[in-house]
């Protein structure tokens, strides 16, 4: 078994498989695609590797509806090749972590094929199947993350109704009933069995309903609620997550990270605390800038000091508590640079600045594929270049709004979840040399030149700066003042500019200049080296710094 809290020095890289790398030229990314990858990671510095789900499944959300969690999707290959993904990963020193979807399966699976034949049945019990009211309308007006009401129609059932706070290809799983927790207990276990180092945890947050299932005030013109409010009135989720934890992670000393939406600060402690339910949890206070409850109709621009500001409230919350996985961008949004840097001003200086600024706070940093190349968003130009569920809706829903063809585009392209998806661009041939046939979804157009190959032999590249990132992060020198230093902010009203100071053995200043004119800033005492710097040359002052436009530096001090 691994040491206790073996993941807290980790850097951990998001795969998402589809985009990754296609080896069969079927247009399609699959495991041994990212077998042959694995010195490339090897050689980014990453130590755990998470795969969105590469299960089973019809993949109405990309895989996260699942119809057997003991089979891999034939897309992706087979069990053997998973085996063998993780057994070298493990020799090259890297772990797998993979997607645990437990809110809900695929309405494919098994379990609700067998809740539609017999809804009063054993597996009736495995859903929330309830009758539709007197007046023929729904249990609840709750509106699903995607859109339209959380209950749709149990097939060969026009009485009865099933809820799914997702897709409707989603169904929602019962945990009030002890034989669903067992069944996913089991294959928890399963899994950990196989060698894997744990998972990462979907839309945990929802597992736990409302103990009477009622209306909420509507706040939309198609009379239903968003989705929180149901989170809200749910109390009692430790009960189920101490339960599984027990169950399953601890028995293995398992790494979990679990995607908890929503604000949690006040219960933090419960969730990453030394009995906390999981490792960690994502820090999406960033990411979170972003969204409005106005369903998604908008992304509002995110300044440097809305920036500075939810990364120090995070990182105070989380000082007091546990460890947390700091994120810029992952599989459900906009590349990192688009959301958080302003057009016009996304160059390699302002990727790099952002892309040290979080990586050296205190937690585990995970990179999304591609944001290691300063990957942007594709640019969408039509509906049908939209592959996601979300997407799709969201283009739909606006134009329900009134919003013009042209207005519908322009929001739901800024949020997409495709944005992200693109394939991953290995080198300057045809489709970035991620398959020799066209894609699922369309590649990025400055693949030519944004690529990894490309940015290997160039020593400037965004690529080659989040490998001195890792290299500094686990230099020994410097390696416990990173991992478990203090963090503080510094000049904290100086405005765009974020700046923090990790301490322990060593002291580390962290500066960014947020922004696209020089600043300066003065001293106490003359630095003793820069350890990280996004321009060639070193500032001349010890004292008096001056900094460029979107300047990052890391000294010692
Ligand atoms: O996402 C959970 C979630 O809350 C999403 O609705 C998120 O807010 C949205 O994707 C942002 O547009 C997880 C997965 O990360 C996502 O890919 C899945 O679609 C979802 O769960 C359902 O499994
Ligand atoms: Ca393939």
Request: net charge negative; glycine share 6%; aromatic share 12%.
């Amino acid at each position: 078994m691994k040491a206790d809290k073996w993941w807290k020095d980790k850097v951990i890289y998001q795969i998402y498989p589809k985009s990754f790398k296609d080896s069969n030229g079927d247009g399609i990314g699959d495991l041994r695609g990212i077998i042959e990858k694995l010195d490339y990671l090897k050689d980014l510095g990453v130590d755990i590797l998470w795969l969105s789900p590469c299960f089973q499944s019809p993949f109405a959300d990309q895989g996260y509806d699942i119809s057997d969690y003991y089979a891999i999707a034939e897309q992706f290959g087979t069990m053997q090749d998973l085996q063998e993904l993780i057994d070298e990963s493990r020799q090259k020193g890297m772990d797998i972590i993979l997607d645990l979807v437990i809110n809900h399966c695929s309405d494919e699976h098994e379990w609700f094929q067998k809740a539609c034949q017999d809804p009063d049945g054993r597996y009736g019990k495995y859903f929330y199947i309830k009758d539709k009211r007197a007046d023929g309308r729904c249990p609840t007006n709750w509106r699903s993350y995607f859109g339209g009401s959380v209950w749709s129609e149990l097939p060969g059932h026009p009485d009865k109704l099933y809820l799914h706070v997702f897709h409707k290809k989603q169904p929602d799983l019962n945990w009030e009933n002890p034989e669903v927790r067992k069944e996913l207990y089991k294959m928890i276990c399963w899994w950990l069995d196989k060698g894997i180092a744990g998972f990462r945890i979907d839309a945990i947050r929802n597992i736990r309903k409302p103990k009477v299932f009622e209306d909420y005030a509507a706040d939309g013109e198609d009379g239903l609620c968003n989705i929180e409010r149901m989170i809200e009135h749910a109390h009692g989720i430790g009960e189920f997550l101490t339960e599984m934890r027990l169950k399953t992670f601890d028995r293995y000393n398992a790494f979990t990270v679990a995607e908890v939406s929503g604000d949690v600060t006040e219960d933090l402690t419960s969730y990453v605390g030394q009995e906390g339910y999981f490792s960690s949890i994502f820090d999406f206070r960033e990411i979170e800038l972003s969204y409005s409850e106005d369903i998604r109709l908008h992304c509002p621009k995110i300044t440097a000091e809305d920036y500075k500001e939810a990364c120090f409230t995070s990182q105070y919350a989380f000082s007091q508590c546990g460890t947390p996985v700091n994120v810029i961008e992952n599989h459900d949004g906009p590349r990192a640079v688009n959301r958080f840097i302003p057009r016009g001003e996304i160059c390699p200086e302002s990727k790099k600045m952002l892309g040290a600024l979080y990586y050296f706070m205190k937690g585990i940093p995970c990179i999304y594929q591609g944001q290691e190349l300063g990957m942007e968003n594709p640019g969408f130009h039509s509906p049908d270049e939209f592959q996601d569920v979300a997407s799709i809706y969201s283009y739909q829903y606006s134009l329900q709004q009134g919003l013009s063809p042209a207005e519908a585009m322009k929001v739901t392209e800024a949020m997409s979840r495709d944005n992200s998806r693109t394939p991953m661009p290995w080198d300057n041939r045809a489709f970035g040399g991620f398959s020799t046939v066209s894609p699922w979804i369309k590649t990025t157009d400055d693949y030519t030149e944004r690529n990894v190959a490309a940015e290997q032999r160039d020593e400037n590249s965004v690529l080659c700066f989040y490998k001195k990132m890792a290299a500094l992060r686990r230099d020994a020198r410097y390696k416990k003042t990173l991992v478990e230093g203090s963090f503080t902010p510094k000049w904290k009203t100086k405005k765009n500019l974020m700046a923090y100071v990790r301490k322990a053995d060593k002291e580390i200043l962290v500066v960014g200049n947020y922004k696209n004119e020089p600043d300066r800033i003065v001293m106490e005492a003359p630095y003793t080296t820069v350890l990280l710097n996004n321009y060639a040359e070193d500032p001349e002052d010890k004292i008096e710094i001056r900094l460029k436009p979107y300047q990052l530096l890391i000294m010692e001090i």
